[in-house]
């Protein structure tokens, strides 16, 4: 089956409804992408991914690389089969976790050399070797490799970024058409990555220069790591003003709940966070009145459900007092219930946003949703 993605509907605002095609199944857009960073969402089995209705997962290139080795995956017969995860697969390009995990980095033109986090071992990861080795991984959708920055970053170190993620990403598309058009249809669709750091005008080069590489989709990069959310928008409005309208936006690394609805009225496509995950194995439970602390004392008694308007397989069984005592006896299962409800909520909120898009009153959404994480019980 070819990759296809189509526009279902657009409102006013630029929120769009839409359909990704893949070889593993169909993709409602805007969705959102659970983290699988080692081929598993931490604390969730597939099965529960498969009940939660997660239609696509996020897996670390950088990680998957040097442990298990995608020469290995790819013998025993590619991510989707070694994970047994039947529907479909993003890789990002391993550079975000090169530039925030690895040790002694440096960057040439060439690529980026580093040690392993994890034995020391010394690696060269060049934009030809990310898409090598996620072509291995068989992922659906892959990344290229790009230059990530802290942020803020002066606009010279930004301006030069800027200047090699561009040439990073036509290296990375000719290699990828070369190898991965031999045996005839695309296996992956290979996605360019914007930067520009919080330059306005960097990010519109950026995504102008990207264009002439005809990607069939695009992401936003370097974005959400540490600036404030008006940035954030500001900066992903920029560049969804100029992508085509026709092919997948995905903001990389997004967001708190009550942003969700924001980033799709810029006109966003796709998102992926940790959070939801994270935040569970850390007792901080996402609800429809705001976030639940579950460590709380004031919990112990308290025979609700996490979100009594959750229809969850957690919440239709456990109660607050019950998770709440997990925690403390610090019982692995506190993280699987917890994680299993928030990454409920998460795909939750993207199959009520994709119907408020349908009715065209996603913004009435996005201030309900505010106004509870503002006030909520904490
Ligand atoms: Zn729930």
């Not at 993709?27 to 939660?52: D, H, S, W, Y």
Request: glycine share 8%; with cysteine.
């Amino acid at each position: 089956m070819a990759f296809s993605f189509e526009v279902l509907k657009t409102n006013e605002n630029g929120a769009r409804r839409g359909r990704l095609t893949t070889p593993h199944g169909a993709i409602e857009t805007p969705v959102f992408m659970p983290v699988g960073t080692q081929a598993t969402v931490k604390g969730l089995r597939q099965e529960a991914l498969e009940e939660l209705g997660a239609s696509i997962i996020l897996a670390n290139t950088y990680h998957l690389y040097l442990r298990p080795g995608h020469e290995l995956i790819r013998k025993l017969g590619g991510l989707h089969q070694f994970m047994s995860w039947r529907r479909a697969i993003l890789t990002d390009s391993g550079g975000f976790q090169v530039f925030s995990l690895s040790e002694l980095r440096k960057m040439t033109d060439e690529g980026v050399r580093f040690r392993s986090h994890l034995d020391g071992s010394e690696h060269l990861l060049t934009p030809e070797r990310a898409a090598e080795i996620q072509l291995a991984l068989g992922s659906d959708i892959a990344m290229v490799l790009d230059e990530c920055i802290e942020t803020p970053a002066p606009r010279d170190k930004a301006e030069a970024a800027l200047k090699r993620t561009t040439a990073w990403a036509k290296r990375a598309r000719t290699y990828f058409v070369e190898q991965a058009s031999k045996n005839g249809d695309l296996p992956q669709w290979q996605f360019g990555i914007v930067q520009g750091a919080t330059f306005a005008d960097l990010r519109r080069a950026s995504a102008e220069q990207l264009l002439e590489l005809n990607f069939p989709g695009y992401a936003v990069g370097g974005l959400a790591v540490g600036e404030p959310h008006e940035v954030t928008c500001e900066m992903a409005a920029e560049v969804t003003a100029l992508l085509p309208k026709d092919r997948p936006r995905y903001l990389m690394g997004v967001g708190r709940p009550e942003q969700l609805a924001d980033y799709v009225s810029l006109g966003i496509d796709m998102m992926d966070c940790v959070l939801p995950t994270r935040a569970a194995r850390h007792a901080c439970l996402y609800t429809s009145e705001g976030r639940v602390l579950i460590k709380n004392a004031r919990y112990a008694q308290d025979t609700r459900p996490i979100d009594p308007k959750c229809s969850c397989s957690v919440c239709q069984r456990y109660t607050r007092a019950y998770l709440r005592h997990l925690f403390a006896a610090q019982e692995l299962t506190a993280a699987i219930l917890a994680s299993h409800h928030n990454v409920h909520f998460y795909l939750d909120i993207m199959r009520q946003i994709r119907e408020a898009i349908e009715f065209g009153n996603l913004a009435n959404f996005s201030s309900e949703m505010r106004a509870r994480y503002t006030a909520g019980p904490g």
